[in-house]
């Protein structure tokens, strides 16, 4: 029998069970569960306190708004986004027939978990509380006609004083609104049908499979939120995609080197770890960078200088997944610490995980990498043609003398080599 089809005792004793059940998997149903044994056990005001504590726990949760209620979101959240063991082992692609066993029976109890409602919540509160209410009275009696006393009736309230007794504080509803999503997952495509097969499948228990598909395909955690990562005190931090970057055509040739390797490695072909090597402001970062734009399956992590220590775990936990990353060391140095500290932990780069491409930015020349692009510095003419390129990329426009007379000026009042960076201040200038 379902929650929903059961009377207010017996669904509140089921209910609290389940969440026993769910043991360390969910910490929503933990507080639910405290929840349910406050009211069990006649602690109303323990009850009411675990309500508000549940409820504010769940407004501060990382949950993605999905489907209209609160405790929905929370249950799907904990399921489809937390890196639990399930998740993990199917995102490598592993079969445990015991954990599918656990996983199908934790969907079965969460998903009949789903159908509390604040309002059912609420419902359960009040009538165990009439419940006991009407023991109480019974208790009363006997205990007069074992003593000899009057066995009167109890004075019975109004309704007002009935409702207040019942619902002694307002209880903030988990229903916020209709379902549909309000912000954009970069793998919104299919966890908006794993979303809609969960929202109309009475026993979530049939979406083990599933589940397990998705996992096996898109990747677990952040992953399925984010493409793009910088490694910050040993934490993936997610950053904003940046806007799209203009192809240089004095760079044509290495963009065109460093595209056809990342294709490859994106179809599972053959491709080298390569080390993008040039001066300062001559566009290395912002060449990789521009391949989430070409690239929208792939992954990028930036790795700073300092953060290369967390290589090794890092290349641990890719490597767990199934999709494809590029890991980009910026500006290292070429035959430093953090190349040599991933050539000893793959064998020479021979071990990296099929999964993972290693580039690097640096301005020295060196190091293990099997694979050479050089960004050399532009010449005056090369330069007024980057700053042509990124006016008309804004669709602006300004005669080749005035673009030639400010790159002289530039470097006349610089006096530095001649970058990308120095280019695209110029024609932020000329815009204005």
Known sequence: MRLRDMNPGEALAAAAAMTL???GFSKAAELM??????????NFPGALGAYHRLTEYMLSSPARRVTGDLWRDQLLYEI???EHPFALSAARGIRDEAQLMAMRERLEIMGELSTLTSQ?????ISERGR????NDAVAMKSTAIWSGGS???LPRRNSEEEQAAQLPLEFTPWKYGQAGLTDSFVSDEALEEMYRRFLETADWGELTEDIWNFFASYGTGEFLQHRFFRIEAGLLVPMEEPEAIVPLSAYEEQHSRLMENTIRFMRGEKAVNMLLLGGMGTGKTAQAVSLLQELPEVRLIIVPE???AHIPGLLQRLSGQPLKFILLLDDI???GDGIRLISSVTAGFRAIPPNILIYATSREEGGPLPGRITFRYPALKEFTGMISEFLEAEGKYSDGQAIHNAALDYQVDARERLTVTGALMIAGEMEE
């Open 21 to 23: 059940r769910l043991g």
């Open 33 to 42: 569960g405290e929840l349910l044994m406050d009211t069990w056990t006649t």
């Open 80 to 82: 489809i986004q937390t």
């Open 120 to 124: 059912r919540i609420a419902q359960l």
């Open 131 to 134: 419940s006991s209410r009407a």
């Open 151 to 153: 066995i009167s009736n």
């Open 306 to 308: 300092g953060e290369t």
């Open 333 to 335: 140095a070429a035959d």
